[in-house]
């Protein structure tokens, strides 16, 4: 079967190349000399044309899903410096808006004070809480909110979990193996007995050294004047 004219026709009428026009096999397709017929084969659905090649988007779409999960995000996805994802500022702007909103709601209710709002509001611009349960926490540990305690929730202690039975008969059959061993009779040994102490000899104290004897030193007499003759 020679379509080639009805294709032609066809490729006028839908507005694309010959290439994607598809015709189906039949008597009224043959038959179809004019655009008009070839517009109600259109419109029957007995000629038709085929879809575009383009790049597709099923890739995408799954990575989409699997990103709003949290995965594909980890440090090897990443490019760019720390701030390029998000600038500082933006993240600033975001987190304060929502310390201030809260504050506001807190006031607005009655929860807090006009002074108190003022010096939340001065340390939210300073950038002491990290968040809005921070700002929660920190209101009910110092009791600032009216009609609320300062109860503050203390973790509970999760209680042992119960020994397996598998545990419990090994803990068992150990018991009676120890029970059946009969304890092996020792010879006493015998103990040497202690040593005296020997007491330890006085020093002598070195007898006190005499004084040397001074020497006396013989003075010789004086000599005696002689007599003058006259």
């Known amino acids: 079967m020679n ?12 507005k694309c190349g010959t290439s994607r026009v598809k015709l189906k096999e039949s008597h009224e397709v043959e038959e179809a000399l004019t655009r008009q017929d070839v517009r109600d084969l259109v ?23 699997q990103k709003k ?14 701030g390029a994802r998000k600038k500082d500022k933006t993240k600033w702007i975001e987190a304060v808006r929502a ?17 108190l709002y003022r010096k939340l509001y001065m340390r939210v611009k300073g950038g002491f809480f990290r968040n809005r349960s921070h700002i929660m926490m920190y209101l009910k ?6 009609g609320m305690g300062a109860e503050v929730v203390k973790p509970v202690k999760k209680a042992a979990p119960e ?14 193996e120890t029970a059946a061993r009969k304890p092996v009779a020792r010879k006493p040994v015998a ?8 007491p330890k000899k006085a ?21 005696k004047a002689k007599a003058k003759k006259k």
Do not use: C, W
């Open 99 to 115: 310390q201030r909103s809260l504050i506001r709601e807190l006031r607005d209710n009655g929860k807090i004070d006009v002074s």
């Open 203 to 223: 020093a002598r104290k070195p007898a006190p050294k005499k004084p040397a004897a001074k020497k006396v030193v013989k003075k010789p007499a004086p000599k």
């Open 191 to 198: 103990m040497k007995p202690a040593k005296k102490p020997v």
């Open 3 to 14: 379509t080639s004219s009805q294709k032609r026709i066809a490729a006028q009428v839908l």
């Open 69 to 82: 999960k949290g995965r594909m995000r980890g440090m090897g996805k990443r490019k760019g410096t720390f």
């Open 163 to 176: 020994a397996a039975p598998k545990m419990e008969v090994k803990k068992a059959i150990k018991k009676a």
């Open 141 to 146: 540990e110092h009791e600032m909110l009216k």
């Open 43 to 65: 419109q029957k659905g007995e000629v038709y044309k085929k879809q575009k090649k383009g790049t597709s988007r099923f890739a995408a779409r799954k990575k989409l899903v």
